[in-house]
C-alpha cells in the first residue's frame, strides 16, 4: 500500500514539473512573438526595484517605465530578468527600445539586443 502511494506522490511531482516548463516556454514564446510583431516605442526607466527572485544568477527587476508611444507618453510595469553586466543599463533615467503589445498597451517587452 505505501509503495503505491509513493508512486502517486511522484506522479504528481512529475505532472507539476512539466507543467511548470510547459507554463514557463509559453511565456517565453509569448515574449518573442511580441518582439516580432508589436509596435516600437521608447521608454524611461522610472524605477528599479528588485523582485526577490533571480535566474540563473541574475536579478528579476520591478521595472516603472515611462512609455512613449505614436505621441503618447504612459506608465507601464515590466517585471523581467535583467543579466548582471546590464543592470546599468536599467537604471532611473536610462532610455529602452520596447515593443508594445497593440491590444493591450501595457503589455511590453524590453526589445534591446542584451534583452533577448
Do not use: C, H
Amino acid at each position: 500500500m505505501a509503495s503505491s502511494n509513493n508512486w502517486i506522490l511522484a506522479g504528481v511531482v512529475l505532472a507539476v514539473f512539466v507543467g511548470f516548463l510547459v507554463y514557463s516556454q509559453l511565456g517565453a514564446d509569448a515574449d518573442a512573438r511580441l518582439r516580432a510583431s508589436g509596435k516600437a516605442a521608447i521608454a524611461e526607466v522610472v524605477s528599479a526595484d528588485q523582485s526577490g527572485s533571480w535566474v540563473n544568477n541574475n536579478p528579476v527587476l520591478d521595472l516603472a517605465l515611462d512609455v512613449s508611444l505614436e505621441g503618447e507618453r504612459y506608465r507601464a510595469t515590466l517585471r523581467t530578468m535583467v543579466p548582471q553586466v546590464r543592470l546599468a543599463m536599467v537604471q532611473p533615467g536610462a532610455r529602452l527600445q520596447l515593443r508594445v503589445d497593440p491590444d493591450d498597451r501595457g503589455r511590453v517587452v524590453i526589445d534591446e539586443p542584451w534583452s533577448r
